[in-house]
């Protein structure tokens, strides 16, 4: 089926426009989940734009990137993360990981559907340019170990930085992930900090002293990843570490 799925979008690149009208026939889009028909010039079919919509509409806090309600904002975050430890300087987010936003950054990751990254490109981009940082010197996706990068194929963090199209911050590579660590979502908030903990450096001759840095993820839990890449950025002489992710799992349990 993905070879059907390949040449389709062969076509529907290279040919000429009526070649285009006849790919189009043969091989007609579908939506990227559920495989109903979208709308002309969509991606999604109704109902799962819906769902979508549902998921990128709510408030959430700049601090944690948790959902909020209108009234749950406070000065130096929100009643959730009050006086937890968080090491980023500000967070900015997609949606929440849940319903359909959760089914495209499974299959993404899972499911070597790496055109979903495109899709997410665009939502990334938008948020980040509503950011009220100012200036941020150096996009830094968080990265895999060589061997977990090496059995999945692709990091997906990456693979979302370069979908941010258009965006005039480099993306830097230089921080590394240096020890393989367990895969985190069945582990506690204690039990994800210390898998974590030591799990990245920075290369040498890094641009990271006195800049101002935006970490991308796919998701985020626990912010036991995001911290401990900003614990080492900051050592490494960062003067701010941002995080940029595409959703935020709503659950008050933290590091």
Known sequence: MQVFEHLGLFFRKRLLPWGQGAAAMLWPRQCLLCGAFPEEGTFLCRRCWQDFSRTTGQDYCRRCGLTVGPYGHLPD??????????L????????????????????LKFQERTELADFFGPFLKAVFESRSWGQVDYL?????????R????????????????????PICRDLVRVRYTRRQWNLTSAQRRRN???AFAVRKRHPF????????DDITTSRA???????????????????????????????
């Open 77 to 86: 975050g929100c009643g959730r993360c009050e006086g937890q430890r968080i």
């Open 88 to 107: 980023t300087d500000g967070i900015l987010r997609v949606g929440q990981y849940d319903s359909v936003l959760r089914d495209m950054l499974l299959r």
């Open 140 to 148: 830094v996706p968080v990265p895999l170990h060589w061997l977990r």
């Open 150 to 169: 090496l059995q999945r194929g692709f990091n997906q963090s990456y693979l979302l930085a370069k979908a941010l199209k258009g965006l005039e911050v």
């Open 196 to 198: 974590v903990k030591g």
């Open 209 to 216: 002293k006195g800049a101002s840095v935006c970490l991308l």
């Open 225 to 255: 990843t995001l911290n401990e890449c900003a614990r080492v950025l900051k050592r490494a002489g960062a003067q701010k570490v941002y995080a940029l992710v595409a959703a935020v799992a709503d659950t008050a349990e933290f590091d």
